[in-house]
């Protein structure tokens, strides 16, 4: 990546902060634009006395005080999104806001700052419901079935037309589900959360036969570097996972082996989905990056085991 001045929305959230870490040790002058809404802080503690680190607490809604930060950079890593897709069920306009509009806002900001490329993490959850699985790049039509999906979507959308309108260039990853340390929501986090309630029983949503694809943050990061670096395409998008899946009750075994606590009961919802908008089998056909020449180090149950052990350390 010759770009050395770095814009990164959602900087200090999961994936966020995962990048910026390798972004800064890569010797990359990086701005972090953060409304500290699910991130934190301390992800990022360590990079507070650098020079070439800056961090600015704002919202991606406030678009003047958006237009004036972003100036001077040469690229965007737009990761700022609303991480809970069940969260959007509740209050519907959650994902117009903080994904769609938002990414207007920084699309909107880079043309008045003549800043032409954008890298943006995208979803799985576009897909829908797919007829072909594992479901390539150029499967269509896309009938999202969640608020959370239909809106990047609409994000993946406005950045095409952007970059065609305005002479720009996008990075667009379509993530599988993303596992590490510093978790902040997603499956693991929501069991280590009811194990601390009760370590007799975990509730799993749905019937526990749900299966997905799942990626170590590490990999992802290594993803969206070497594809930033070597596509140069107008329009760039590349699914992110490992391909292969897991099924959500081996994942909970693996928990539970790890935590020491194998008598605990399982107690399932029922039913095929864990909630509206829930996909019962996720997996990503991941062979055009892999032909691009980058490949996952981890399988998904791999993933999920180094997962377990780094949030459980936390």
């Known amino acids: 990546m010759k770009n050395k001045k770095v814009f990164v929305s959602g900087g200090s959230g999961f994936i966020g902060s995962h990048l910026v870490d390798r972004l800064v040790d890569n010797g990359y002058v990086v701005t972090v634009y953060d409304n500290l809404s699910s991130g934190k802080r301390e992800f990022l503690e360590k990079h507070f006395k650098n020079s070439t680190f800056k961090f600015i607490q ?3 809604l406030d678009i003047e005080t958006l237009k004036k930060s972003i100036i001077g950079n040469d690229i965007v890593f737009h990761l700022a999104a609303n991480p809970d897709i069940r969260y959007g069920i ?3 306009d959650t994902d117009l806001k903080q994904n769609t509009i938002a990414t207007y806002n920084i699309l909107e900001s880079m043309r008045c700052a ?7 993490s995208s979803t799985s959850a576009i897909y829908g419901e797919p007829k072909i699985i594992p479901t390539p790049e150029d499967y269509g039509p896309l009938f999202p079935i969640s608020l ?3 809106s990047k979507l609409a994000c993946e959308a406005l950045i095409t037309s952007f970059c065609h309108t305005f002479d720009m260039r996008s990075w667009i990853f379509r993530f599988a589900n993303i596992v590490g340390g510093r978790g902040t929501h997603g499956i693991l986090f929501d069991f280590i959360r009811k194990l601390k309630v009760s370590s007799d029983r975990l509730e799993i949503l749905g019937d526990g036969k749900q299966q997905k694809s ?3 943050v590490d990999d992802c990061v290594d993803a969206i570097l070497f594809i930033v670096d070597n596509s140069s395409s107008p329009v760039s998008v590349y699914n992110l996972g490992s391909g292969d899946f897991i099924d959500i009750t081996s994942i909970a075994k693996i928990l539970l082996k790890e935590k020491e606590l194998e008598s605990t009961t ?3 919802t029922g039913g095929d989905r864990g909630w509206p908008g829930d996909v019962p089998k996720m997996a990503l056909d991941v062979s055009k990056l892999n032909n691009f020449g980058w490949k996952s180090k981890y399988s998904s149950k791999e993933a999920i085991s180094i997962a377990v052990k780094r949030m459980l350390s936390e």
Do not use: V
Request: hydrophobic letters at 50%.
């Open 114 to 120: 003549g800043i032409k490329q954008i890298a943006f």
């Open 214 to 216: 799942y990626l170590l």
């Open 58 to 60: 704002a919202d991606l």
């Open 90 to 92: 509740e209050y519907t």
């Open 266 to 268: 399982l107690e399932f």
């Open 148 to 150: 959370y999906g239909a």
